[in-house]
């Protein structure tokens, strides 16, 4: 599995009321990967059919989700401090229950209750049907806890409420869990085993969403390429093919999908992306590390050579595009050897941007268990901010070569610095700032580049 950063992804201020005549308000945040931001969709989803709308105001909520992310040891210590803000709210108005749902409430089960005073419920990842009944064993004072994991849950028929969505782009889950067992990641811990979902209720979704106006969607697993649907009849489907189906729904809504694991992204699926043109080339192919020796420590399943190759693929078969990474600096044994050959990797591969990250020791990983965390704590920071001057040089490179060109972009929104200003973004999924011309969120248009700062390209509408 590999994703994004912990960062707190909702409320946005832009939350649609789904209940008008419900009783009750819930008020949900959401950390962590876009799988957890699908999660809550379903969360709020199955809410709004009891009884329940959301609010952006934690004053007026009944109830408080926080769905949390367990990856690094400082997201959790981040949701911490979240839920000591709740406490308070609670001990201001006692009826309020408070649940701790999604991986971090998987992984400490009922330990949690203990830790953190007031909590009400602990609900894991595959549990959210169960909500109403959990909550109603709250409402009537008792704390409730299932943090079950199952080998079927995909929630496939459940329309995931866009309650937070800018309208425009919308995630749909393609598949959940991760079999890899990288050994420093509690993801297989958190989120059970790898299971694909029923590729008609994608589809159906998918269509749905560009009947109601949506203009993309991001297909997401922990590891895409290894999605797989055998049919009662026997016919089987693949990444390659489902991105296929995806694709030919409306040749107007852009299909992009996170995130790709190195050693099963095959170049099936590259020929897919280049032969359609709705099929963002942008691909997130997450390295780790650049050194063979740390990829076996990891257990990732691939060498340098192998993951430059993957690298090289996507260069020959699709030229036009992105490539994004995730890197852990300081893992166990990282030597300075080790540590350069990471560097050399990023060059090799010009990443567009990465998410770089110290390693994170997690309790119950097999490198928890059987690896020494043994590269001291300054020399991880220093490793970070060395491969964090490296990718700004990248990033500025990589959109320098971008000015001058012409690119389509799907507006997101008016840009955050100037209400004159739009933003969007490209198939390769870089930011663009440009004059508004009357344009507005949701149309695709075409820019030149002008110039760029390290983070966005500056253009204008030709
Ligand atoms: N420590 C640091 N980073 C981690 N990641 C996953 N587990 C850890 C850990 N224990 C990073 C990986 C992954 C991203 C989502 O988080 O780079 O791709
Ligand atoms: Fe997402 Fe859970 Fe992984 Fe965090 S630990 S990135 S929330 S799957």
């Not at 598949?175 to 589809?203: A, H, Q, W």
Request: glycine content about 6%; overall charge neutral.
């Amino acid at each position: 599995m590999d994703f994004i950063p912990t960062k707190k992804i909702s409320p946005n201020g832009d939350i649609k009321i789904q209940n008008p005549n419900a009783s009750k308000k819930v008020y949900i945040e959401t950390y962590g990967c876009q799988m957890n931001v699908s999660d809550s969709e379903i969360v709020i989803s199955i809410l709004s059919e009891h009884d329940f709308t959301t609010t952006d105001n934690i004053k007026e909520a009944d109830l408080i989700f926080v769905n949390t992310c367990s990856i690094r040891e400082n997201a959790e210590t981040r949701i911490r401090g979240r839920l000591a803000v709740f406490r308070l709210e609670k001990k201001r108005k006692p009826d309020l229950i408070i649940g701790v749902i999604g991986c971090m409430a998987e992984r400490l089960k009922e330990k949690l209750l203990e830790q953190e005073k007031l909590v009400d419920l602990v609900i894991g990842p595959d549990a959210y049907r169960k909500l109403p009944e959990l909550i109603a064993e709250a409402e009537a004072g008792q704390t409730a806890v299932n943090v079950l994991l199952s080998r079927e849950e995909t929630y496939a028929d459940i329309s995931p409420v866009r309650y937070a969505s800018n309208g425009v782009s919308a995630f749909v889950s393609i598949m959940r869990g991760c079999d890899n067992m990288c050994t420093y990641c509690v993801v297989p811990f958190t989120r059970g085993r790898e299971r694909s979902r029923d590729p008609k209720s994608i589809l159906a979704e998918i269509k749905d969403l560009s009947l109601n106006g949506f203009k993309e969607v991001t297909l997401l697993g922990q590891n895409v390429d290894k999605y797989s649907w055998e049919d009662e009849d026997g016919t089987s489907l693949n990444f390659a093919g489902l991105l296929n189906k995806s694709a030919l729904i409306d040749e107007n809504l852009r299909v992009r999908f996170s995130t790709s694991y190195p050693l099963d992204m095959n170049d099936e699926v590259l020929h897919t992306m280049a032969k359609h043109k709705n099929i963002c080339k942008h691909i997130h192919l997450p390295v780790q590390s650049g050194s063979t020796k740390i990829l076996d420590l990891m257990k990732r399943g691939y060498s340098q050579e192998w993951y430059l190759g993957r690298v090289k693929a996507i260069r020959s078969i699709i030229p036009e595009c992105s490539i994004s990474s995730d890197i852990i600096v300081g893992f166990c044994d990282e030597s300075e050897e080790d540590h350069q050959e990471t560097l050399k990797v990023m060059r090799q591969s010009e990443y567009d941007f990465a998410y770089m990250f110290k390693y994170s020791e997690r309790p119950n990983t097999f490198a928890e268990r059987k690896l020494e965390n043994n590269v001291p704590e300054d020399v991880k920071t220093r490793r970070l901010n060395e491969i964090i001057a490296l990718q700004q040089e990248l990033s500025q490179e990589a959109k320098s070569k971008d000015v001058g060109n012409v690119y389509e972009v799907l507006i997101e929104s008016v840009s955050k610095k100037s209400d004159k200003e739009l933003m969007g973004r490209t198939s390769q999924n870089k930011s663009v700032v440009f004059p508004s011309g009357g344009h507005k969120k949701g149309d695709f248009v075409k820019v030149k580049i002008l110039r760029n700062t390290t983070a966005t390209l500056i253009g204008a509408l030709v």
